[in-house]
């Protein structure tokens, strides 16, 4: 009984070692061997950490669809070769199709086929973790028509609905589906159309219950349209948000074989998407990324910024990278030649402006050469970002590599570039899925047996493969003491892994399991260290953290003896003060200066303007007090004295305006009229000012029709008063 007892042990150890995640990139997880041709695979990943994997099998004659669920290790949880999702009638030539999972780690599966009397129609299954069928054994049919229905989109919604846009002839259908299977849009689902063609949408969830779709419009012939590219929010009935289709690129010049773009969220519910396109008509591509804003406002130039100049090269298949705490989109594309027999690949760092952070043509990373190289996709971790790519050895046979970037375009990674399979073999259908505990996974068609087969592997940000640590949560609150400050510019980093608070202070991280010293940062507090947190697989640590705020926003302003601001246009007005962190000095453009995240403390100085003696002043910044404020006594008078009171009625200013003057004294004052640049317009000397109420007509001293419309600055000097006001002129 005990040798039956061990051999059986190891046969499930040996069983178990055999499933896991190959540390061997010779050696890659192979899910099929049905001796048919298994072809393009679809990989989701779960909030559990499950993966769901795919793929269409020729059997019989058929292409079937089979899906195979995996758990983060790499352990299979179904049989060889996943389960039979469906085996209904299939065209004998296949389009592209999708596959996501949902918050209840339940697989969506949807492709079309022709079930339906022989036309091309689009189904729809969702799959238990279980395996059960929980939209009917058949699925859901979304049409039901002559049209010809193909490449069919899914993403799931912060709510849990399922949301898919399809190709009908020449439109584009768009359908919502309930957790419980119901149609939300209607029977028919949602239909854009036009004159033109409308094709090749993508889905991006974004708020609480809407989807951002990517499409085209095109005009012409199918096989050279003039391709234009456009996105639209919709709300949760399907609605649009945006008053009109946001133009992502009417510069035309994208071919009929340039269909799905890299489009990802930019963190806050808008999104950046890159392509490559023609637009010259030279027979030379370049490649372009374009940002546009959770409102659909473009933020780059229109059409996109082109992230290389080298007018001598093709800049093919952009892939986009963008680190959470980054402000820059990174684009990696494929370096071509002319005559497309010499490969490499480039990357730029483009700003929120749209400026080229690595030269006008880009960082070679893998210098052009008469070996080929192909990118496939963008990832990021951290601070730094990754590309996955086929190194090939001839024409048709690849190995699958990635490498790892700082923010500098410099490899990370001891060996630049990793191995993820180093199989000689043809490899199609790269399907990469999002990070989720501490790994990606990758599933493809590889030939390497003989046959067509499927074969997975994960990829860990260390650059390795192999089984990966479990992930734990770590979340909590940021609260702040002793003064205010914005919550959301809190960042909570563990090893190389950082986020930032919500606007209420909560965050949450996901890490592998292990001991982490922990940091909760904000520019305008002191940052706190937590040292010995333990993470552990599966499970959620909380850790709070009370911030001193030590900094504020200060605010210096210079004002007269009434608490009027004494500065105008064209006025010398100067300030230099200290305090804890050093000395600073400035000269006033506007009616106050604001220096950002000041340290507590003490702080004085002295302020000069014109030609009257300098005032000095001091203040403690705290939690209670922002500003440094410097008085001027303008004259020195006292205040009975002094007052004077002006104004212009009506303002903008008109042949019948008048300017209003309450003094206190009997008084002569020069009078200018300048520009927004300081530049003089006019003046009056010794206008003669009584005591009590003056009016002078405007257009009698300043000739309203000789000046043009814009915004000017009136001022009165005495050898005791200085005063100013602004002035519109808009003939």
Partial sequence: ???????????????????????????????????????????????????????????????????????????????DNGILVSDHPSMTWLTDWDMTADAENNAILTWQDIRNGGNNNIVIYKISPDGEFLWGEDGISLSNSSAFDVAPKVTVTAQNNVVVAWQSDNTIIRQKISPDGSLLWGSSGIVL??????????????????????????????NAPT????????????????????????????????QIFPFINDGNDGFFIAWHDDRDFNNRSSAFVHHIDADGNPTLQANGVEVSGNAGMNHFYPALSKPENDPHIYVLWNEVNGDQNQWGIYGQKVSAAGDLKWGANGKAIIPVTTHAVLPQMGLQHGDDIILVYEDYFNGVETSLKAFRLDAEGDFVWENESVFICSVQSSKVHLDVSEWHQNQWVMSWEDDRSGGVDIYAQNLLPTGEIGPAAAEGTLNGTITLINGTADLSLTEIAAGDVSTFAEADGNYSLSLPAGTYE????????????????????????????????????????????????????????????SGPEGNYDAIFNDEVLVYEQMLYGEYTGTATLDLLEPVEAEATIDADNNELVFEFIIGGLNESAAA?????????????????IFSRTNQKFSVWLTNNKGQQIGNVQNLKIQQGENQFLINEYFPLSKIKNGIYMLQLQSQSQFKNIKLIINN
């Fill in 518 to 577: 922990v940091a909760a940062t904000n520019p305008y507090a002191e940052t706190l260290i937590e040292s010995d947190v333990e993470i552990l697989e599966n499970e959620t640590t909380t850790l709070d953290f009370e911030l001193n705020v030590n900094r504020t926003d200060m605010i210096i302003k210079a004002l007269d003896q009434y608490g009027n601001p004494v500065f105008y246009p064209g006025a010398n007005l100067e300030v230099a003060f």
């Fill in 227 to 258: 391709r234009h590219v456009f996105a639209q929010r919709f709300t949760s009935d399907g609605s649009p948000v945006w008053g009109f289709p946001t133009v992502i690129s009417n510069a035309g010049g994208i071919s009929a074989w340039t």
């Fill in 1 to 79: 009984m005990k040798s039956l007892f061990l051999t059986t042990l190891l046969m499930l150890t040996l069983i178990a070692v055999q499933a896991q995640w190959s540390s061997n990139p010779g050696d890659n997880l192979q899910l099929t061997d049905l001796g048919g041709e298994d072809v393009i695979s679809k990989t989701g990943i779960c909030p559990n950490g499950d993966v769901y994997i795919g793929f269409f099998a020729s059997q019989l004659g058929n292409y079937n669809v089979r899906l195979q669920r995996l758990d983060h290790q790499g352990n299979l949880l179904w049989n």
């Fill in 193 to 222: 159309s036009g004159s033109n063609n409308f094709t090749w949408p993508q889905l991006m969830p974004v708020g609480d219950d809407d989807v951002i779709m990517k499409y085209f419009e095109d005009s012409g012939p199918p």
């Fill in 644 to 660: 004077m009171k002006i104004s212009i009625a009506p303002n903008p200013v008109t042949n019948q305006s008048w300017f209003n």
